[in-house]
């Protein structure tokens, strides 16, 4: 996720968060990003120091630093991506589908959450919004989707 814009890049479901590898999900985001991130926060488990070593370090300017060590208040934390992760998990408990890794429900959340939800601390706009990606249409919904299938039918 964006720090600044509260976009999510990318997404991976694991049955464990310290032992699952989750460098698809680095590589995923750097793809999507087109870019190496700045600054990448995380709680500190080692499989995430490995994934980022694996993904994001370079010896060449400006490099990406790694901050593991968070603390619930100041500069550096993870507040932002745990919040989503309680949405997500609320949200599971009443749909219970997401057991299985293929499940289409985290890409219609994210779809929701980048380009749906209007977020407080955004103003009122959406993480979409804040990255200049503007939805135009009455139904975001069908926007979305026939933008999708168009999209797919000239690949």
Wanted: glycine residues 6%.
């Amino acid at each position: 996720m964006d720090d600044q814009t509260r976009y999510l890049i990318a997404q991976q479901v694991s049955d464990s968060k310290f032992t699952a590898d989750i460098t698809p999900l680095f590589r995923k985001a750097k793809l999507v990003a087109g870019k190496r991130p700045s600054v990448l926060i995380s709680d500190g488990a080692p499989n995430f120091n490995d994934a980022f070593k694996q993904e994001f370090f370079n010896r060449r300017k400006p490099r990406s630093r790694n901050i593991k060590h968070i603390r619930m208040q100041g500069d550096h934390n993870n507040n932002k991506m745990e919040r989503l992760n309680g949405e997500v998990r609320d949200r599971e408990k009443v749909m219970r589908s997401l057991k299985k890794s293929d499940s289409s429900i985290l890409t219609g959340y994210q779809l929701f959450h980048n380009y749906m939800r209007p977020h407080m601390a955004l103003d009122g706009k959406t993480p979409a919004e804040m990255c200049g990606i503007e939805i135009v249409g009455e139904n975001k919904w069908k926007t979305i989707i026939e933008n999708a299938k168009s999209t797919k039918a000239t690949d």
